[in-house]
T-cell receptor
Framework: DGGITQSPKYLFRKEGQNVTLSCEQN?????MYWYRQDPGQGLRLIYY???????QKGDIAEGYSVSREKKESFPLTVTSAQKNPTAFYLC????????????FGPGTRLTVT | DAKTTQPNSMESNEEEPVHLPCNHS???????IHWYRQLPSQGPEYVIH???SNVNNRMASLAIAEDRKSSTLILHRATLRDAAVYYC???????????????FGPGTRLSVLP
């Protein structure tokens, strides 16, 4: 089955540690995205990538980093510089042009204490 | 950038139709209207999208006002599994920096009563 996988579903880290969230898709989509969702809120765009080896900052990129070395993979690193990292993180992909719908992964809930 | 306005929450009875409104008074001529929904603790899923004409698919119908300043997502017979947060989003495929297209506001939380 084609889709997007995110792992792990739940992640716990101590403050001051960097943590990398995985996102893989086998839909052959060019574009991939990372969003953050806080309780009761909508989604906010962290980073997006339109093509391999290229990515752009979204609205809340500070304290995060990404890489796009392969078409199917777009990992997100939450660095210790991110002041409030506890959140629900969602990865998505699309065909590459914005008239197409986005497909979302199941999300990773990160808790930093 | 054009924004959307949705009610915070709505309630429906099971088996009855649900009309979820969205206002987008500053919509541009090239903005598509997209709807997604998010079940608890899951990622959003695509529901439907349209530009000017009303659209139907297996999940829902989208009714777009003639002036395009508002739209309504219609679930013809609500089930308990339709309880979710519904997001109305505008997307402009002509915009080169299309990362800006994906603005998910707080949406409408739909409760379905048995």
């Amino acid at each position: 089955d084609g889709g997007i996988t995110q792992s792990p579903k739940y992640l716990f880290r101590k403050e001051g540690q960097n943590v990398t969230l995985s996102c893989e898709q086998n839909l052959n989509h060019d574009a991939m995205y990372w969003y953050r969702q806080d309780p009761g809120q909508g989604l906010r765009l962290i980073y997006y990538s339109q093509i391999v080896n290229d990515f752009q900052k979204g609205d809340i990129a500070e304290g995060y980093s990404v890489s796009r070395e392969k078409k199917e993979s777009f990992p997100l690193t939450v660095t210790s510089a991110q002041k409030n990292p506890t959140a629900f993180y969602l990865c998505a992909s699309s065909m590459g042009q914005s008239r197409y719908e986005q497909y979302f992964g199941p999300g990773t809930r990160l808790t930093v204490t | 950038d054009a924004k959307t306005t949705q009610p915070n929450s709505m309630e429906s009875n099971e088996e009855e139709p649900v009309h979820l409104p969205c206002n987008h008074s500053t919509i541009s001529g090239t903005d598509y209207i997209h709807w997604y929904r998010q079940l608890p603790s899951q990622g959003p899923e695509y529901v439907i999208h349209g530009l000017t004409s009303n659209v139907n698919n297996r999940m829902a119908s989208l009714a777009i006002a003639e002036d395009r300043k508002s739209s309504t997502l219609i679930l013809h017979r609500a089930t308990l599994r339709d309880a979710a947060v519904y997001y109305c989003i505008l997307r402009d495929p002509s915009r080169r920096n299309y990362g800006q297209n994906f603005v998910f506001g707080p949406g409408t939380r739909l409760s379905v009563l048995p």
